[in-house]
């Protein structure tokens, strides 16, 4: 009878084990948010200027922002629950946030980032790591990995992080999603927590090109200019050899699409090593003994090496005090980090701005004011837990892929490229310092033209049965409405484009492609695809509609109530065409 009450002793608690387990699991599952925000919060923007002023130009987009932006009335976390109990909650709002929020922007929240921004896995003791949208298995990547979550998985349409070893690109690449991180000194970092002074910058995340290069014009105060092709596109081979991913996969979809948009004219390739190793004789010239007898390291590890020790120099100058006071609890992965004494004298600091400066001057050289360099981001995401996470090994790794930016302060944006074995692919695309604007218009065509490698890549083999070039072209229009759906506009663009190449004859194409312009603000364009479809088709109240607002934009407000009048011609019922009508004749008749 004893032992009978045993047993059942021990199934109970067996069972309440089992509970107590699956309960876990369960929580962790449905995570509403994925883990991303640390808190919810709203800034909302100002109301919109009367015409004939433009609107605000992030109207209607939503972000968030990592734990180390201040915002006035809360706390920065920091990553790290001991920096939020010994701080006191921000009395003013950083300045890259109001300018976000003055542009028409809606802040939402505030996301998680890797514990005190030093980490590159997106692993936080402190709090769950946030769950990778585009591969729940792998880690999302840090410092900003609850950013970069946020946008995948679609809370927000864009999202500010810090980078200053890849904590933007990083978790873009890991979450396969578009990562910019602009020029050194570009953007303002006031009230924002330093990681690394001189290596340190704003970075943001969106999924959609034009979403990001919209972000970018305000961030960077750029006024209007012309966009411009590239005329230099250089693949770093090495660099590609440094990823599991087939290299050989990578570059033919890279020079296909570079091919079909500007030729093989200026396309060339280089081992950037060698290069670095001519043109950065600091590098070679910098202490080895302090790089753990690495004395024969590549460029690009040597690069990856004096990365890592000039943001833990500078980390611990920023932040040692605070720690010998508050005594936190630091992730092992991340107290491993930081130096017990500063190691690194006046005289490396300055090799380090030496190698800092010849190496900008080197990618400058290279690239000059028209010119791309295309690398891997970064290597596949890690396994959730993974021991290689914990190992300086998998940091230096990162860094390799990562630091060029970060020394030669030159900026790069990130771009998802398909996925393998189920993880995503990411490529990125650099240009010389303070070349930002260039790179993000340069992005718009080749994130679209690279879009349809994969695509093409991932599509089943054709059957036999012949397909016309009519159904084709509603095939592409349908890829193009969804990509509309999911916000993704210049995908929808390059759907659209694809359906007017196979039938040039439908209005609907020209229309909606004209829909997508008007949401990436390409408003020229946007009138040009509406007067094609009014040719074609002169009872499309859609396509008056949208030339109408187009001229609107553009200034054009006679032309727009001109296009307004004649959809209600059309459709007297219509309540957009009338309201905006009436609009347009209180401040223009």
């Given at each position: 009878m004893a032992s009978s009450s045993a047993n059942l002793?021990?199934?109970?608690?067996?069972?309440?084990?089992?509970?107590?387990?699956?309960?876990?699991?369960?929580?962790?599952?449905?995570?509403?948010?994925?883990?991303?925000?640390?808190?919810?919060l709203q800034l909302l923007p100002p109301p919109q200027p009367a015409p004939p002023k433009a609107p605000h130009p992030l109207t209607g987009l939503s972000f968030a922002v990592s734990d180390v932006f201040n915002i006035e009335g809360h706390v920065t976390g920091f990553g790290n629950p001991d920096w939020s109990m010994t701080h006191e909650a921000a009395t003013r709002t950083c300045p890259v946030v109001a300018l976000l929020v003055d542009g028409g922007a809606t802040c939402v929240g505030k996301t998680v980032v890797d514990d005190m921004a030093?980490?590159?896995?997106?692993?936080?003791?402190?709090y769950e790591a946030p769950t990778?949208?585009?591969?729940?298995?792998?880690?999302?990547?840090?410092?900003?990995?609850?950013?970069?979550?946020?946008?995948?998985?679609?809370?927000?349409?864009?999202?500010?992080?810090?980078?200053?070893?890849?904590?933007?690109?990083?978790?873009a690449g890991y979450?396969?999603?578009?990562?910019?991180?602009?020029?050194?000194?570009?953007?303002?970092?006031?009230?924002?927590?330093?990681?690394?002074?001189?290596?340190?910058?704003?970075?943001?995340?969106?999924k959609d090109p034009s979403v990001l290069r919209r972000v970018g014009h305000v961030l960077l105060q750029?006024?209007?200019?012309?966009?411009?092709?590239?005329?230099?596109?250089?693949?770093?081979?090495?660099?590609?050899?440094?990823?599991?991913?087939?290299?050989?996969?990578?570059?033919?979809?890279?020079?296909?699409?570079?091919?079909?948009?500007?030729?093989?004219?200026?396309?060339?390739?280089?081992?950037?090593?060698?290069?670095?190793?001519?043109?950065?004789?600091?590098?070679?010239?910098?202490?080895?003994?302090?790089?753990?007898?690495?004395?024969?390291?590549?460029?690009?590890?040597?690069?990856?090496?004096?990365?890592?020790?000039?943001?833990?120099?500078?980390?611990?100058?920023?932040?040692?005090?605070?720690?010998?006071?508050?005594?936190?609890?630091?992730?092992?992965?991340i107290s491993a980090q930081i130096p017990e004494v500063l190691d690194l004298i006046e005289s490396d600091i300055e090799q380090c701005n030496a190698i800092r400066t010849e190496l900008r001057s080197a990618i400058n050289a290279l690239l000059k004011d028209d010119g791309v360099l295309v690398v891997p981001t970064c290597d596949l995401p890690p396994k959730c837990g993974a021991?290689?996470?914990?190992?300086?090994?998998?940091?230096?790794?990162?860094?390799?892929?990562t630091s060029l930016a970060s020394m030669s302060g030159c900026c790069q944006v990130a771009l998802p490229?398909?996925?393998?074995?189920?993880?995503?692919?990411?490529?990125?695309?650099?240009?010389?310092?303070?070349?930002?604007?260039?790179?993000?218009?340069?992005?718009?065509?080749?994130?679209?033209?690279?879009?349809?490698?994969?695509?093409?890549?991932?599509?089943?083999?054709?059957?036999?049965?012949?397909?016309?070039?009519?159904?084709?072209?509603?095939?592409?229009?349908?890829k193009g409405n969804q990509a509309f759906k999911d916000k993704q506009w210049q995908r929808a663009v390059g759907f659209?484009?694809?359906?007017?190449?196979?039938?040039?004859?439908?209005?609907?194409?020209?229309?909606n492609r004209a829909a997508a312009y008007l949401e990436m603000g390409s408003f020229l364009q946007a009138e040009t695809d509406c007067t094609q479809a009014i040719d074609l088709d002169k009872k499309s109240v859609k396509a008056y509609l949208r030339r109408g607002t187009s001229r609107e934009m553009l200034g054009f407000y006679k032309d727009a109530m001109e296009d307004f009048r004649y959809a209600l011609v059309l459709e007297p019922n219509n309540k957009r065409a009338a309201q905006t009508l009436d609009r347009l004749k209180k401040y223009f008749l």
């Open positions: 002793w021990v199934l109970l608690g067996l069972g309440i084990a089992g509970i107590l387990f699956m309960t876990k699991k369960l929580k962790r599952a449905v995570k509403a948010d994925f883990g991303a925000f640390m808190e919810r030093l980490g590159v896995s997106g692993e936080n003791m402190h990778n949208p585009a591969s729940p298995a792998r880690m999302p990547g840090g410092a900003s990995s609850g950013a970069a979550v946020a946008v995948a998985a679609k809370f927000t349409d864009f999202s500010l992080g810090i980078d200053t070893d890849g904590g933007v690109r990083v978790p979450c396969g999603i578009l990562g910019f991180r602009p020029s050194y000194g570009t953007v303002s970092l006031s009230g924002v927590v330093p990681v690394s002074g001189s290596l340190d910058t704003v970075g943001w995340f969106a750029l006024p209007y200019a012309a966009p411009r092709n590239p005329r230099n596109i250089v693949i770093a081979d090495d660099f590609f050899q440094l990823s599991k991913v087939s290299a050989e996969r990578i570059t033919q979809a890279v020079t296909k699409s570079i091919e079909k948009l500007y030729g093989r004219q200026g396309l060339k390739h280089e081992k950037l090593s060698d290069y670095i190793s001519l043109k950065v004789p600091s590098l070679n010239a910098f202490n080895v003994k302090q790089l753990n007898g690495e004395g024969r390291a590549s460029p690009i590890r040597l690069l990856a090496n004096v990365m890592q020790m000039l943001k833990r120099h500078e980390f611990r100058q920023n932040h040692i005090e605070w720690i010998n006071s508050a005594k936190p609890t630091l992730d092992p992965v021991k290689e996470i914990a190992s300086e090994e998998f940091v230096i790794q990162t860094s390799c892929f490229l398909g996925v393998h074995e189920k993880c995503p692919i990411s490529l990125s695309l650099l240009a010389r310092h303070g070349g930002d604007r260039f790179l993000l218009d340069t992005l718009q065509p080749i994130y679209a033209s690279l879009q349809e490698q994969v695509d093409t890549a991932e599509k089943p083999k054709p059957s036999s049965k012949v397909v016309t070039p009519e159904t084709s072209a509603e095939m592409a229009k349908e659209y484009t694809e359906a007017i190449k196979l039938n040039g004859s439908n209005a609907t194409y020209y229309s």
